[in-house]
T-cell receptor, first 111, second 112 residues
Framework: QKEVEQDPGPLSVPEGAIVSLNCTYS??????FMWYRQYSRKGPELLMY????GNKEDGRFTAQVDKSSKYISLFIRDSQPSDSATYLC???????????FGTGTRLKVLA | NAGVTQTPKFRILKIGQSMTLQCTQD?????MYWYRQDPGMGLKLIYY???????DKGEVPNGYNVSRSTTEDFPLRLELAAPSQTSVYFC???????????FGPGTRLTVL
């Protein structure tokens, strides 16, 4: 079993839809969670950074962590064609500064 | 402020050749990282550095070497290139361990 699992997609949604992207993990010690967005042939860029459980909102993006289920989500409201990209989750425990990355979910928002 | 820059953008190598991938950051970050990204495999850590003169292996270090003589630069050396090293290579940096990592644009390497 991989430490971090992420559905590769592609996930296709119409413009304006609410998108839910998810990662599951096996290590209950993970406490720091990040979501990166990666456009085609570009480097990843940080979208959201959360610690422990709960929700964090930033504009159209909401990151949610459910440590009891070992499950994290990224919600995108009012999705736009410019949101079309691959979304990577990354996480670590407090004993290391090395992050484990998911394989990424490819999202397509159709105009 | 350019952030993290990488050169070259693309490179084709023949089996057995060597090359150095360059990475420079201008954010005065202490930590720097090299990752490779293969299709469907996510980002795998090759080497990292916590400061000038200090480097350590990541998850997939075989076939690579690094050095960190300055805070700004963290080159990755490939000796005796193999087809298994065909990948996209990303350099990243962070101010401290565990902090947000800022990525460069990547180097797309093909070994034939």
């Amino acid at each position: 079993q991989k430490e971090v699992e992420q559905d590769p997609g592609p996930l296709s949604v119409p413009e304006g839809a609410i998108v839910s992207l998810n990662c599951t993990y096996s290590n209950s010690a993970f406490q720091y969670f990040m979501w990166y967005r990666q456009y085609s042939r570009k480097g990843p860029e940080l979208l959201m950074y959360t610690y422990s459980s709960g929700n964090k909102e930033d504009g159209r993006f909401t990151a949610q962590v459910d440590k009891s289920s070992k499950y994290i989500s990224l919600f995108i409201r009012d999705s736009q064609p410019s949101d079309s990209a691959t979304y990577l989750c990354a996480m670590r425990d407090s004993g290391t500064y090395k992050y484990i990355f998911g394989t990424g979910t490819r999202l397509k928002v159709l105009a | 402020n350019a952030g993290v820059t990488q050169t070259p953008k693309f490179r084709i190598l023949k089996i057995g050749q060597s090359m150095t991938l360059q990475c420079t950051q201008d954010m005065n970050h202490n930590y720097m990282y090299w990752y490779r990204q293969d299709p469907g495999m996510g980002l795998k850590l090759i080497y990292y550095s916590v400061g000038a003169g200090i480097t350590d292996k990541g998850e997939v270090p075989n076939g690579y070497n690094v050095s960190r003589s300055t805070t700004e630069d963290f080159p990755l050396r490939l000796e005796l290139a193999a087809p298994s090293q065909t990948s996209v290579y990303f350099c990243a940096s962070s101010l401290a361990g565990g902090d947000t990592q800022y990525f460069g644009p990547g180097t797309r390497l093909t070994v034939l």
